[in-house]
């Protein structure tokens, strides 16, 4: 059989604004002029990833830091090599003038909530036993990538979804109907979960493991590639953004602008997995019995060939520096310390 | 290496109204009733899809019938075990408005014209020597799955597109514009090829040699899935554009449900590829140098279980029969003697 030299790269979901570094490798000639080729596909079930990457049917990928874990505990052999989103918030989000749900956990009660894959449900199931719920006591549905139009249509009365992405639809969403976007409210798992925390949402590059190891420069070549996208897009917001939909053209829309503006803070400057971050999940994961108590961490970063900025320090006040960057504190201060872009005319 | 059950499918663009049978097979549980489990994943560049499958990173997909050749002729072991859609029209589309261009295709001098991928290239390359003319007398510009918004946008005077996408596309955006739908027209490439019908532009159930040669079983279920979720499509299309909306929610839109009206009579009632049309277009492979003269049909019946419609005959006028399928003629006919179903509320 011929083989090929493309490298296979499976998105976590559907192409959104936040892929934009992914997207603009491709389309500034970045992987090009590293001399390697790669073919980015978007999934229809963001469970099939970790399946289908972890049993080497796809080289690499993009996956949340939890189910990143939840994939090797079963036995696919995925590693995270960097880090795309750190700690986007995440939760449990819905319209609170219907939905009937306060900043009580226990307001969940009898609803019916969404969730987009299994992980999500056992997060939820476990969420519930630590409020002296059961699973019985709320309607767990699972809805895919589809977690917006679900509590749109009234499917559900709420549903897992990020802070910079499902809040952001449904708040303009609102706003459209004549609403505040306040009536759009989150239960953050992290608060919930009393993980300090929502580093279990981070979102990693990662990789089949024997790719990997049989094809560290190709691994290097195409993260380096990457960096040099983000750093681009770090200090061009707004020309990164018009570039990326003219390869998706269906993002440009006021609506994935100000996706793309509030997933700006996640972004990773450095791309390093944070082992903070991971230590914490780690620990959520074994307490949700995801992960048993010998799990050794699936993630490095010797594949990113620039300096990392310093790890952050529990207790030290984050410090923005110059180039935007937070030193100190943890990576969820990004979200209050860093501006959005301004990307709109 | 934990191995995984689940078949990678790969489209041969993103997610379109005309994938509808794929996705509800998936949906309506069709392909868990035959006790598969497929991943269908979407490209990011239609030119990655031949060799991709090819190569054996993915199963199964989807691909027009010139590329599945043209791929095997490059080595990628690629075979198509059945048809999507047949013979859509396939064409040099442009608003006649301000494009300059007529029904003569000499009026492409100077033009700016967009295409897909390499093979768009050489079909323009051949026309035009075959009109005697040169590479060097127009401009061809490669635009990927971004015809539409690029002759919107005026990057380009016209682009490579089907009937029953792109010019729906710019069709509803003329409309909008207060202008016609007649501005929007198509140079069809089989007429200028004189090839008799557009069956090089069929869209194709192909796979991975290889897999389909290890795993005839479930190449058989998964194409029975398929043909039992296109029976239900064709006996319910309303219903069934109302299920694939709920998965696909970008797709809930008039200009969608147009272009899934524009699709209906495309789509193969018995999924068999066609001898007739293989014939034509190995023909035409050979005319422009992408197979060569020993070239051997890379295409089966074997794993359509079910009674096939009989092949239609040349110089025989097509009959419809009660099911609403042609009998006689050719396969192309269905395009004028099939209606729309009646979609809109």
Redesign the interface.
Known sequence: ????E?I?C?LNW??TPYHLPL?LA?QLGYFADEGIKV???????PS?VT??I??????LGLKAMIHTMAGKA????IKSIGTLLDEPFTGVIHLSHKSGITNDFQSLRGKRIGYVGEFGKIQLDELTRHFGMTPQDYQAIRV?M?VT?AIIRGDIDAGIGIENVQQVELEEWSVQQGRSRDDVQMLRIDELAELGCCCFCSILYIG?E?FIKNNPEKVRKYLRAIKRATDYMIENPADAYSKYV??K??LDTDLHRKIFQRSFRYFSRDLKNVQRDWNKVTAYCKRLNIVDAEFEQNQTNEFLTWPLLPESQPGVEPTTVETGVVEGGCTRCLHSSIAPPKIFA
């Open positions: 059989m011929v083989t090929t493309k296979t499976l559907k192409a997207f491709q073919a980015i596909l978007e999934p229809s079930d099939d399946e289908i972890g049993s080497g049917k796809v080289d079963r036995g696919y052999d895919g589809n139009d089949n024997e003219k390869i053209p269906h």
